[in-house]
């Protein structure tokens, strides 16, 4: 769930007492998993104030705690402030998002729950520059030489539990964050924006920054899918329900 509140407020009010230094929020990074799990949720409008150096590296720092294929430990993260380079990327955001936004306003029309997030996203699109801080998830070395299908997943799997374990980390601190791809659309010019070699891949950014105004509610009435084996016999079963439900099993 997205947040589209567009408050004009400074004040963060995840933050104790207003306070964003990295000693005033690093005690919140003993969050419970079940709360930050149960609490995230993409953030896209974010005040222009800054962060923390300590903060973000803190957040980088559980990053890394996440499991890699083959435990190759290849990705890198690039941690993009200077205004030029964030203002370069913003142009290749606001490229991708001309066709697909327009596309997306088209598909969703009188979808309002899907307004509510194509609004967030012009949001971010149209002040990118302003959000403080874009970390750039990369893969470094070559991609798995195995058919296709498997080596994207074993290939694109090494960096994205890293990423989650980034957004729950900048949850837990107070801040708000958002994963995004758009302004990565175009390989070639990402690296050069990016100073990357063609050995290193940028795969997706998470921007970052405190929240604008108030907060989403949780995301409540989300469905979701559950899939059973039976021990016995080897039959599958699957039912469908509300997240609050408990899972039913199917013979």
Known sequence: MDNDMAGSGTVNERAPDGDRSFEAVRDRLDMSLREAMTTQRSVRRVLSDDVDDDIVVACIELALKAPTGSNGQNWEFVVVRDPRVKGELAAQYRKAWRVYGGIGERVTAGDEAMARIIRAVDWQVSHFEEVPVVVVACLSGPGRFVPASVGQSTHYGSVYPSVQNLLLAARSVGLGASLVTLPLWNQCSAR???????????????????????????????????????ATDGGTGVTAGPCSAEPVLVD
Request: charged content about 10%; aromatic content about 10%.
């Open 192 to 230: 050069r924006i990016l100073g990357l070699p063609l050995s290193v891949q940028p795969v997706c950014a998470v921007a970052l920054g405190w929240p604008r105004g108030g907060t989403a509610p949780p995301g409540a009435g989300r469905w979701a899918m559950w899939c059973t084996w039976t």
